[in-house]
């Protein structure tokens, strides 16, 4: 029922108002077109689904009074009752064609607030204060009963309904009224700035129940549990849900109930109280008129509501009663309701509708059937009806059978974590029921002559046998494996197959520009090593190049089942190859990561210098130390299980001292040229830790050698001349451009610009360098490293490129900045690997307490937990070589 106050007369939808039949026995619905002024009788013949609703005409009467609230009787689906702005009451006849209708008068005219039919023969209705009459009037329209379908309207007395029955609430203004179905002798009644009544009209002493309240509008009754019936206000955007067992005792009311009431403020008659249930924006606040247009109970579904807004916002509320103990019930006490679930039924909504596709009205569907999904019918304000489903309770049944999380233990099994669980027959039916019912009515005709009887189907279901073949399907999903990766053996190999084959479909749909996700992986790919071209304007930093390697297969869609079993499981398999404590194999198993390889590269050759304490001089173990330790002297916070027994920590000359007996500096000059520095000793370990695990040329040559003429690029020459350039080589650097020069001319001009700076003549060396400045230094960082140098010959320059990788930059800031300043710039490094994580900061920090704080932000940012766990325990290796050597010592002699 609609109703609407005076107030409200310019507020009423355009288009009108719908109402599914209240008789649950009669399918059909009814549009009362108030711009027209036409009611039209609508009887569904088929789907009622969202995207199809098959319906027909039934009947149409045109010229209707102007109405301000109507109903429609469920005792006969022929009649419906109009109230008007003067007061009068119509009946209409929807089996009359001559537009005729009934007019029952009142003897002081006044707005008509409410009109409403209880399951029998009573009409109630609802009108504004005057002084003189009763505002709630109840008519008996059993001389109506007898009217034969086809009996026309002129031919009965125009005051067949003759005086009213009951009258009540003298002087108030009486704002909305409902029947209940279960005893149709009583009604609420909504009494505008008052509150709520409940009537008993077979009540000689005419008691009432009341409820004190300013929610007085667009009662609601529930269906399916009568004792609930909700309200709301007009200026305030929430609802209550009242239970009329609240009676004035207070006697028959629960403990729990009463605590509500008198702790939680809860309104005495009310079950819940919910003071948002549809979304206000101030800004687009109504500055008249209801903010709820009306609410409704689905007559299917015990608790489900629904409340349209008057911005067309229709939400869901899937209310159920609070749990209370068996030993705290009482029979005749209100219950508490708890909102569960709440539902947007028109996404639409959300995403800012057009107004001509805001709803206007709606009521739910009649389906007589608990099995079948609730559904609303919905008038827009273009006039167009529309079916909106409730979400289901199973629109998530299938991900929860679906294993989907990895690890997952039942590989060894040859079970699939992308597939149903299976089960034996009796439970799969148990189990899978709900979700294939669902997906067997989902598309069953519910109206007409094609409607399927749905205890049949859920029948059939029921006797269903689990299915053979594998029910999800992943539609994005390319089974087209790289030619490569049935022949790989190793995890690594599968990884790097992969990346290869979605580089290569990536570059090819890219150039047809046929796919802009996949052109952007493409882009993402290319970042795979520090020295391959960026899609960017700049060069991406070299951790962010790692970042990407790690999440641009965990972004892919479009994997194959098998594909995907590598991809989530690569700890798990890299577990099974024995990554563990042998770094040799660790690093041929982590050869898909450059990084974590480089890792293993560092830890291997540092755990080779520390074989047999050869990294023990001065009672001190510097075994795993990085740069900064080194260069800090900081042995951390357990420094002491690096110290020989009894022995103290080192000073400044104890700890150089140390340091010059492991490096077995010869004669000549040293690494780091002819700086001058208070600490050799230190900058000379610092730097020799700093190529520890550095791939030799002749192996970064057979790499070359290997890759395919397709694929290879200047990179491998460039950051060969570059690394030369960094250790001060200039002619080795010019030597290796010239060599690359017959196959990449444009190394040619490095290579000149080079010797022109060699020779001092920094000018026409830059002169030289701008074609290639301007270009390819911009893709390779390599290539921007030897440019800018010639440009600037500022080193600082070239140790802040944070495209370069860590350890190459910090063997530059060690041999070319002073002491101070290097202080400085390993601070600020150290602080920027420890926030982002980045591994290559081992060369910094080596296997210490710092290492721990990267690979935890690590392990945040892209799950690096095995790294982390592998990386670690050479630390403990050196404490527990420690530990042993204290008990050894405390051990009796005998």
Sequence with gaps: MAQYSNSKLLDRPEPGLIKWSPNPADDNFLHVNLQHRVVQLYRPTGHARRGKFDYERVAKLDDIPPLSTYDWSPRYPGLIAIGTASGTINILNLNDTTNHYLEQRLKFTRFCQAIAFNTGTLLAVGL??????????????????????????????????????????????????????DSPQTLVVGIKNQGIRIYDLRDPNGAVVNYQTKCNNNIAIDYVDCNYFASSSLDRPGIVIWDRRATSSRHTSSPSYLDAVDTDGLPWGAALSLERAIDINPSNAPDRGSLIRSIRFCRDRRGLLAVLSRTGQLRVLETTKEFVSMDHQYDQSPELLEARHSYELDMGFTKGNRKQDQIVSFDWVTLNSSTLTPRALVLRASGAYEILDKPSHTSDHIYKMVPWQAPYRGLQEGTSYHGLMQFETPQYAEVMGSLLIDDAVKYTPLFGSEKESVATIVSQVLDSHPPDADMVIDFEANDDLPESYPDASTTAAKILALRKHVQQVSQSQESSDNSKKSGAFGAALEKISPDAPSSRTGLVSNREAHESILITTLNTKGFSKAAQVVLDHIMLLRSQEKYLFDYQANINITSDDPWLKDLWLWVARASYAAYDDSMVAQGIDYSFLGVVPIWTRDLGRQGASRLAHGSSLPDDTAWDRGLERLSNIKTGEPSYGKLDTKRPERREAAMRVCEWGKTSVDSEWSDYMRISASEKTSSSFTRGAARALFEGDVTEAVNILKAASSEYPELLFVSLALQLMKRGDNSLAKEQLDFDDAVASKTDPYLRAISSLIATNNWETIANQESLPLRERTYIALRNFDDDKLTEWLDTELKKAIETGDIEGIVLTGITDHLVDIFTNLAQRVQGVSAAAQGLPPTHQVRGRKHQEEQARRRPHH
């Design 128 to 181: 504004e204060r005057v002084r003189n009459d009763q505002c709630l009037q109840i008519w008996d329209v059993n001389r109506l009963a007898d009217i034969k379908p086809n009996t026309s309207w002129p031919s009965l007395d125009g005051s067949i309904l003759g005086d009213s029955v009951h009258r009540f609430e003298p002087a108030t203004t009486v704002s909305s009224t409902k029947f209940f179905e």
